[in-house]
C-alpha cells in the first residue's frame, strides 16, 4: 500500500487547487529491481502529491510533455552545506583528512545565521539542479564563536530550514551532538577547542532539549545525529539511544570508521571498534542509525551492522577527495544502502551511485556487486525513507509526493541510451547531473530547462557566499 501523506504539509506547486497532468515520453518509477523504463507515463498531480499513473502511447490534449527520462527524485542523505565553500581548495599539495578538517574549522568559524543562510540557499540550489528533492543536513554548526548560545539558540538549523524552503527542496536537519574535541592516539578524549567550542551543547539532555524546541515546518523534519565515537563519550551515546525512543526524531545517523585513526584510537580507550561500541552502547538495536562512510569495517563490524537493520550511507566522491579509503560494500549486502555528496567536492548523485559501484570493483577486481536498479535504489527508496523519513516519497506512484526529475536523452552522454531495456544503467553509469533539465519537488517545478525557477541566480550568489568567507 503507498503511504497516505505524512505530517509535513505539502508546500505551493502547480496542484494548489487544480489537477495537472504530465506525459512522460519515458519514465523509471521507482520500483525495487526495475532496470527499464515504462513508455508514454501519464502522471496527475493535485496538492503536490501524485494523484493516478497511467500510460498512452500519445500525449492526452491536457498533458504537459517531459520530454527524456523522467525519475522520482532523489535523495542527498548527507550534506555539510558550509562545506562548499572549500570545493577546489584544498588537497592538490598532498596533507589527509586531518590537514583538511584544519581547513573546515577556519570555514566553521566565520558563518553566523545570516551568512550560512546565504551560502546554504545556493548550495540547496545546485542540489536542485541536479535532482535533489530532499537533503539530510547533517548539522553542528550551532552556536556563535566560543560557544555561546544565539538569542535563539536554533538560529543556524533555522538558517538551514529557511534556506531548503527557499530554493524548494525538503530538509532532514539532523542536528548533531557533538561532546568532546575527540581522542588523541592513546585514546585519551580531548576538550573542545577552537571552532569545535560552537558545534558542542554542555551536555546531553541540554542538546536534547534544544533539539525538541525546533519546529522548522511542513517542508522539513527534524532528525538526530552523534557525531562520532570521538566527538561524545560512550555513556553519552548510550543516553541519546535512549532518548530516541521516545523522542520522534525522522532518522538518526553517525560517521562511523571513516579513518583508520578513528578506529586505533577508539580500540586505544575502550578496547573495541566503533562499531562494537555502537552496540554496546545500544545505539544500533535502539536507534537502527544510518552509518555514513562505514569505511574501515572488520568482518565482525560487518556482522553487527546486519544483524541491527541499520544502514549505511556512502559519499564516494568525498571519500574519494579526502583519501578515505574504500568500504567493503560486498561485506553489506542487504544492508539498506544510503549515498550523500558530503562535502560537495562535487554535488551529482548519479556520480556517486556510480562511484560506489566503480570503487568495490576497484577493491576487488569484480563488476556488478551493486547492479544499476539498486543504487537507483539507493537514491529513491532506501534514501527518501529509511535515511531521511520520508516514507512518502521516492516513487512515481499515487499517493506519494510529486517529485519528478527529468533527464535529457538527446545530450551527448545519454546518446544512443536504451530507456525501454537498460534506462537504469543509463542513468548510474552514464548520465550526470548536467543531463537534469526538470525537477519537480512538491508539485512545484523548482528547475525547468536547466535554470532554477525561485533562484535563478543561484550560481552568483553561490560565488558572492564563498567570498564572503574565503576573502
Not at 313 to 340: H, I, Q, Y
Request: glycine share 14%; aromatic share 6%; hydrophobic share 40%.
Amino acid at each position: 500500500m503507498p503511504p497516505k501523506g505524512g505530517t509535513g504539509a505539502a508546500r505551493a506547486g502547480s496542484g494548489r487547487g487544480r489537477s495537472e497532468r504530465y506525459w512522460c515520453a519515458w519514465a523509471l518509477t521507482g520500483e525495487p529491481d526495475t532496470s527499464g523504463a515504462r513508455a508514454g507515463v501519464v502522471v496527475e498531480v493535485d496538492g503536490g502529491r501524485i494523484v493516478s499513473v497511467g500510460e498512452s502511447a500519445e500525449p492526452p490534449p491536457d498533458a504537459r510533455r517531459l520530454a527524456g527520462l523522467t525519475l522520482p527524485g532523489l535523495a542527498n542523505a548527507h550534506s555539510h552545506a558550509f562545506h562548499r565553500a572549500l570545493r577546489g581548495r584544498t588537497g592538490e599539495n598532498g596533507g589527509s583528512f586531518w590537514t583538511w578538517r584544519e581547513r573546515m574549522y577556519r570555514v566553521a568559524a566565520r558563518l553566523d545565521p545570516d551568512s550560512y543562510l546565504r551560502l546554504a540557499r545556493a548550495v540547496y540550489a545546485e542540489m536542485a539542479l541536479a535532482g535533489i528533492t530532499c537533503v539530510g543536513e547533517f548539522h553542528y554548526l550551532h552556536h556563535a564563536p566560543g560557544g555561546r548560545p544565539y538569542a535563539d539558540p536554533n538560529a543556524m538549523g533555522a538558517a538551514l530550514a529557511q534556506a531548503a524552503a527557499d530554493a524548494g527542496i525538503r530538509i532532514t536537519l539532523l542536528d548533531t551532538c557533538y561532546l568532546r574535541g575527540g581522542l588523541a592516539a592513546d585514546g585519551t578524549p580531548l576538550a573542545l577547542d577552537g571552532a569545535q567550542l560552537r558545534f558542542a551543547d554542555p551536555g546531553v539532555e541540554q542538546w536534547a532539549g534544544r533539539v525538541a524546541a525546533f519546529r522548522p515546518g511542513g517542508h522539513a523534519r527534524v532528525g538526530a545525529a552523534v557525531h562520532s565515537v570521538r566527538a561524545c563519550a560512550p555513556a553519552d551515546i548510550a543516553r541519546v539511544a535512549e532518548l530516541g525512543a521516545d523522542a520522534g526524531w525522522a532518522a538518526v545517523h553517525i560517521h562511523l570508521s571513516e579513518q583508520p585513526a578513528e578506529n586505533s584510537a577508539c580500540g586505544a580507550a575502550h578496547g573495541r571498534t566503533p562499531a562494537e561500541l555502537l552496540d554496546d552502547t545500544g545505539f544500533l538495536a535502539r536507534t537502527r542509525p544510518t552509518l555514513v562512510h562505514a569505511t574501515h569495517l572488520t568482518p565482525g563490524d560487518t556482522g553487527l551492522i546486519r544483524a541491527s537493520g541499520a544502514g549505511v550511507c556512502l559519499c564516494p566522491t568525498t571519500e574519494r577527495d579526502l583519501a578515505d579509503g574504500l568500504p567493503p560494500l560486498s561485506d553489506l549486502a542487504g544492508v539498506p544502502l544510503s549515498l550523500g555528496s558530503d562535502g560537495h567536492s562535487t554535488i551529482d548523485m548519479f556520480e556517486e551511485a556510480r562511484g560506489a559501484e566503480m570503487h568495490e570493483r576497484l577493491r576487488t577486481g569484480r563488476r556488478g556487486t551493486l547492479p544499476a536498479a539498486a543504487l537507483l535504489g539507493a537514491l529513491h527508496g532506501s534514501g527518501h525513507t529509511g535515511a531521511l523519513g520520508w516514507p512518502d516519497a521516492g516513487r512515481i506512484a499515487p499517493g506519494y509526493r510529486a517529485d519528478l526529475v527529468t533527464l535529457d536523452l538527446d545530450g551527448i552522454r545519454l546518446a544512443g541510451a536504451d530507456p525501454a531495456g537498460a534506462a537504469a544503467e543509463a542513468a548510474v553509469f552514464a548520465a550526470s547531473a548536467a543531463d537534469v533539465r526538470h525537477v519537480m519537488a512538491d508539485g512545484r517545478w523548482i528547475v525547468r530547462d536547466g535554470g532554477h525557477t525561485l533562484l535563478p541566480d543561484a550560481p552568483r550568489d553561490l560565488h558572492t557566499a564563498i567570498k564572503e568567507l574565503i576573502a
